[in-house]
């Protein structure tokens, strides 16, 4: 069936070189076969064109076809995709080979999911398929502990493939481990291709997440003979506030949560919007003080030319496809460059990764190296956020040729970056009714354009796209905010060389409400698996977190809470 099928589509994609509305649709088939990829959010499609040979494309799409275990699925993604947060896999971590050896194993399944936890008549008892993993090969079954990974904005491959900590600690304390995708991301879509059209799309909230994540786990818990097995729930970043939220909302339920790299505090309107830019930039400082002032000096000269209209110039210098042409048109190029540098200042790890992007070891260095290596300061910069897209940028063997900067990053009601596709759909809602990201940047308190995106912009955004008013204080009424005094069992561990880290949890909130500051330590660092080149920081703060786990296991096993 699958070689007939590819017959008929290489004869449907030679009608690519003839007719654009066929070349379309072979753009949304791609999509449709779920190659975006997670962006703390940027998941890109590969750039095609009418230039783009059929063999080649057909080659990719056949591979595209192919991915169903999580070897093809890293193969794959590892040759042709690049950031959308969300967005990635433990495969891509580098190591030995005893090390790539030992990465965990998980079986895909299915559970039926209710589509809507609290009104009985919207849509009655109507169910959806989410997709979890689990993995029970170190399992004491029906005794030892589950730790469950509350499932972020993207595909759960993406994220059970970079936890290997998660795994790790399974190992040591005979647990069952479960990843459990995110309603609307990856394949868990409740009305399936129409999930992202209004009025269906309403129904992606934080609290319908929550309650999925509990009814699988009461669930679960009677089908594997496990009633008494205590539950901790492990996130990173938007993961790791929903684990926070887990404890909050549903502490018969959850024993204990893991926050890794979780801003509860930015997202839900609290703290300074300068500081998330500020904090990219420090990072770069920390490295050189000449590498901020020549990416904000390439910045400025870019704004003069911008201001005398020299469109083909700045085309030429950056290597664009399309020369800008207006305001807009520079707007979205201050945008396109400064994700590249979110995004490698994010993934500041000791070794190289194809998670969330395709980056080298410590790449705040190399963009450093790079932007002080030429005298040219806008060339330099086209060359360093080349770190980034240059590795996204070709289809199959074709060659890098030239940035295209709205197919690259599209701006959306998350300043960090919402990626493409279904998943950047999905986050662009969130941040659009209860995830409150507006960040700007001034080129004063950071090294970059001042770009502000405030409530009324986001105002703005969201009504045009989805007919819906942000409430940015909301997060802070349901989840708490900064009152946290009251909750316990909670660590809330950070890298200081992420920028995320500071709309977090920092200092402990009690003997249960602890906080793990990494030194050296990027986005969630802690929960990737141990790599040879791990800092010592990361080392201890994993044995940190492991004794606590098991102190409140044993509690709960003994009913001491």
């Known amino acids: 069936m699958f070689s007939a099928c590819l017959c008929c589509l290489s004869e449907f994609f030679f009608l690519l070189k003839m007719n654009s509305l066929y070349y379309s649709l072979a753009v949304f088939l791609l999509a449709v076969f779920s190659l975006k990829q997670e962006t703390a959010h940027g998941a890109y499609i590969p750039q095609l064109n009418q230039d783009t040979s059929v063999s080649a494309f057909i080659k990719f799409l056949e591979q595209a076809i192919l991915v169903r275990s999580p070897e093809e699925f890293n193969a794959v993604n590892a040759r042709h995709c690049g950031p959308r947060f969300p967005q990635k896999e433990e495969k891509f971590q580098s190591g030995t080979a005893a090390h790539r050896a030992s990465e965990p194993k998980f079986e895909e399944k299915y559970f039926q999911q209710v589509v809507d936890h609290f009104n009985f008549n919207s849509h009655g008892d109507n169910t959806y398929q989410q997709r979890y993993l689990i993995q029970d090969q170190y399992w004491k079954k029906g005794y030892g502990p589950i730790f469950f990974y509350t499932g972020n904005e ?6 059970a493939l970079n936890s290997g900590f998660i795994s790790e600690l399974a190992s040591e304390h005979h647990a069952l481990v479960i990843f459990a995708e995110h309603r609307y991301y990856g394949r868990s879509l409740p009305f399936g291709n129409s999930s992202f059209e209004l009025p269906n799309v309403g129904l992606l909230t934080i609290e319908q997440a929550l309650a999925d994540y509990a009814v ?5 818990k009677k089908q594997l003979g496990a009633p008494d097995c205590p539950v901790i729930v492990f996130g990173g970043s ?17 024993t204990g949560a893991l926050a890794a790299s979780a801003p509860i505090l930015s997202t839900a309107g609290l703290g300074d919007p300068k500081q998330f830019f500020h904090d990219v930039t420090a990072d770069f400082e920390s490295y050189s003080s000449d590498c901020v002032n020549s990416v904000r000096n390439a910045f400025l000269q870019i704004e003069e030319l911008a201001k005398r209209q020299e469109y083909q110039k700045i085309r030429d210098e950056l290597s664009l496809c399309r020369a800008p042409s207006s305001d807009k048109d520079i707007h979205q190029l201050y945008g396109f460059l400064r994700n590249a540098f979110t995004l490698m200042a994010m993934l500041d790890y000791p070794y190289s990764v194809s998670f969330i992007q395709e980056l080298p070891a410590n790449p705040v260095k190399v963009a450093c190296e790079t932007m002080l290596n030429k005298t040219d300061l806008v060339k330099a910069l086209r060359d360093t956020v080349g770190i980034v897209y240059n590795l996204t940028a070709s289809v199959g063997s074709g060659k890098f040729t030239c940035y295209d900067i709205y197919t690259l990053y599209v701006e959306c009601a998350d300043p960090t970056g919402c990626g493409l596709g279904f998943d950047s759909l999905a986050w662009d809602y969130q941040a659009c009714t209860e995830v409150d990201l507006c960040y700007e940047s001034n080129g004063v308190t950071d090294m970059f354009p001042f770009l502000p995106f405030t409530e009324q912009d986001r105002e703005k955004h969201c009504m045009e796209k989805w007919g819906v008013v942000p409430r940015p204080g909301w997060l802070k009424t349901q989840f708490w905010g900064d009152a946290l005094t009251s909750a316990t069992n909670i660590i809330f561990s950070n890298g200081d060389l992420d920028p995320w880290a500071n709309g977090g949890v920092r200092k402990s909130l009690s003997p249960s409400l ?4 990494i030194a050296d330590g990027a986005h969630h660092l802690d929960l990737r698996g141990s790599n040879p080149a791990d800092p010592a920081s990361v080392i201890n703060a994993r044995k940190m977190e492991s004794k606590i786990i098991a102190e409140w296991v044993k509690k709960k096993e003994t009913n001491v809470f």
């Open 154 to 159: 993207g595909d759960i491959w993406e994220f």
């Open 216 to 220: 699988m786990i009461t669930e679960l």
């Open 514 to 517: 602890i906080a793990i500051n």
């Open 238 to 254: 938007y993961g790791g506030m929903l684990s926070v939220y887990m404890r909050l909302k549903y502490p018969n339920i959850v």
